[in-house]
């Protein structure tokens, strides 16, 4: 007889799961979406734009200058770099865990859950780390710069906190499960 533990057990192990692919891929498209909202559209900061006063030693690179303006856009690249291997990367495990039916696996609340809750971990790790631990830039600087951090770190715990409920929200995706069989949705 299978117990619920042993059960919940079985399904985390399980290759099929689309935890780890759809966590991989939450830091990458929540990182894209940083990157091209905040650094590129709205303008509201590059990677090293608050290094006049940051807590490590970084040269400062004024975003007003060309040349401070370049080595930030260096930066921002770099950054963007990593996203897109997170996303390759992410891409590559699900493609290796979900063997059948994958058109079931992007429909299901499942994946998207666990996407939501990647991007909710790269908004509370990004802020924790580059904002407030190392100080290399703020959402938005200026007076209400520590308003705007704490709004970006609340907005990491409810993508966090709503893609975990999301995922939850479903049936358990089945990578094994014959096309037709239903919706795949829920945890994985």
């Given amino acids: 007889m299978t117990t619920t533990a042993g059960t919940a057990r079985s399904a985390e192990a399980a290759p099929g799961s689309l935890r780890l692919p759809g966590i991989v891929l939450g830091v990458g498209l929540g990182g894209f979406v940083d990157g091209i909202l905040l650094h590129q559209l709205l303008q509201w900061h590059h990677m090293l734009t608050s290094t006049d006063h940051d807590h490590i030693g970084v040269k400062y690179y004024s975003p007003k200058t060309v040349s401070g303006l370049e080595m930030n856009t260096v930066w921002d690249g770099v950054f963007h770099a990593v996203c897109w291997v997170a996303v390759i990367a992410g891409l590559g495990i699900l493609h290796s865990r979900v063997t059948h039916n994958r058109r ?85």
């Fill in 104 to 188: 079931a696996a992007w429909a299901s609340r499942a994946l998207w859950g666990w996407i939501l809750a990647g991007w909710g971990m790269f908004n509370l790790v990004e802020g924790l780390l580059d904002h407030q631990i190392l100080g290399i830039h703020h959402v938005r600087g200026g007076p209400y710069q520590a308003w705007w951090d704490a709004g970006f770190l609340a907005l990491g715990g409810l993508l966090v906190a709503g893609g975990f409920l999301l995922q939850r929200g479903g049936r358990p995706f089945d990578p094994d499960a014959p096309r037709g069989a239903g919706p795949a949705g829920g945890r994985a």
